[in-house]
């Protein structure tokens, strides 16, 4: 208690007015979350919260890692910051300062078992989502973890999915639900200039975290599986 109490003193801060604040960016981050279906929250835009009202230029780390303390212990959540990853072109201007622009931002992981979080938190509703979004990560790992958008789209027409098709019966805009992986930090999408100019969709961090890419491995083996299963009975 002493030792708070004393990191407080270095700001000219009450205990009052430090809570008030991890209450903002706690209900910032659930919000935001909530309304931008999960897409990341920048730092940035948390430390403006804080610093609004105060000037002192370490207080945003000392709100912050409260914020992400009481998030876990009270919610479930896991506040993870994400690693920007840079595209793998040799585009490294443009991917500079697509890192410096972005270069922390959070989002939000049930700390729940999975098997928990399906019963109790999972919304049915959006379980064509989850399922279009595995399948999109699938051929991307697949693919090599990165594949031109026309080599992505020609494998999403086999499937009967068009970049044309704004009023699909599941998904209604196909490419909007396809950039909203880009959003969600799940995919990154880099235009390549030169004489083979082309669009590329690469794994992001998020694809690339352990517990998703495991997730994924096994999609994948499941899906082999089958297939294979299928071609003996045959």
Same mark, same amino acid.
């Given at each position: 208690?002493a030792s708070a109490?004393?990191?407080? &003193? !270095?700001?000219?801060l009450?205990?009052?007015?430090?809570?008030?604040?991890?209450?903002?960016?706690i209900?910032y981050v659930?919000?935001?979350?909530?309304q931008n279906?999960?897409c @990341?929250i920048k730092?940035?835009?948390l430390?403006?919260?804080?610093?609004?009202?105060?000037r !002192?230029?370490a207080? @945003?780390?000392?709100?912050?890692?409260?914020?992400k303390e %009481?998030? #876990? +212990?009270i919610?479930g959540?896991e506040?993870?910051?994400?690693?920007?990853?840079? @595209?793998?072109s040799? /585009?490294?201007g443009?991917? #500079?300062? *697509?890192?410096v622009?972005? &270069? %922390? &931002?959070y989002?939000?992981? #049930? !700390?729940l $078992?999975a098997?928990?979080?399906? %019963?109790?938190?999972?919304d049915?509703?959006?379980t064509?989502?989850?399922?279009?979004n595995?399948?999109?990560l699938?051929?991307?790992?697949?693919?090599g973890? =990165?594949?031109?958008?026309? &080599?992505?789209?020609?494998?999403l =027409?086999r499937?009967?999915?068009s970049d044309?098709?704004?009023m699909? $019966?599941?998904?209604?805009?196909? =490419? *909007?639900?396809?950039?909203?992986?880009?959003q *969600?930090?799940y995919?990154q999408?880099? =235009?390549?200039?030169g $004489?083979?100019a /082309?669009?590329?969709?690469e794994?992001?961090?998020?694809?690339?975290?352990? @517990?998703? /890419?495991? +997730?994924?491995k096994?999609?994948?083996s499941q899906?082999?599986?089958?297939d294979?299963? #299928?071609v003996?009975?045959d």
């Open positions: 208690m109490t004393e990191d407080l &003193s !270095q700001f000219d009450s205990k009052e007015e430090k809570d008030k604040l991890v209450a903002e960016v209900r659930l919000f935001k979350t909530h279906s999960g @990341p730092r940035d835009e430390t403006q919260l804080v610093t609004k009202n105060y !002192q230029r207080l @945003p780390s000392l709100v912050i890692n409260e914020a %009481k998030i #876990s +212990r919610f959540y506040m993870r910051e994400l690693q920007r990853s840079r @595209p793998s040799t /585009n490294q443009r991917a #500079s300062q *697509q890192s622009a972005d &270069s %922390k &931002s989002v939000l992981i #049930s !700390q $078992p098997d928990v979080y399906r %019963k109790y938190v999972e049915v509703n959006l064509h989502l989850t399922g279009f595995f399948v999109i699938s051929i991307v790992h697949l693919a973890g =990165k594949i031109p958008e026309d &080599s992505l789209w020609h494998h =027409k499937m009967g999915l044309s098709d704004e699909h $019966p599941i998904l209604g805009n196909v =490419k *909007q639900a396809l950039e909203a992986l880009v *969600q930090r995919l999408k880099e =235009k390549v200039s $004489p083979e /082309n669009t590329f969709y794994l992001a961090e998020r694809a690339l975290d352990e @517990p998703v /890419n495991e +997730r994924l096994e999609y994948i899906i082999v599986k089958k294979v299963a #299928s003996d009975v």
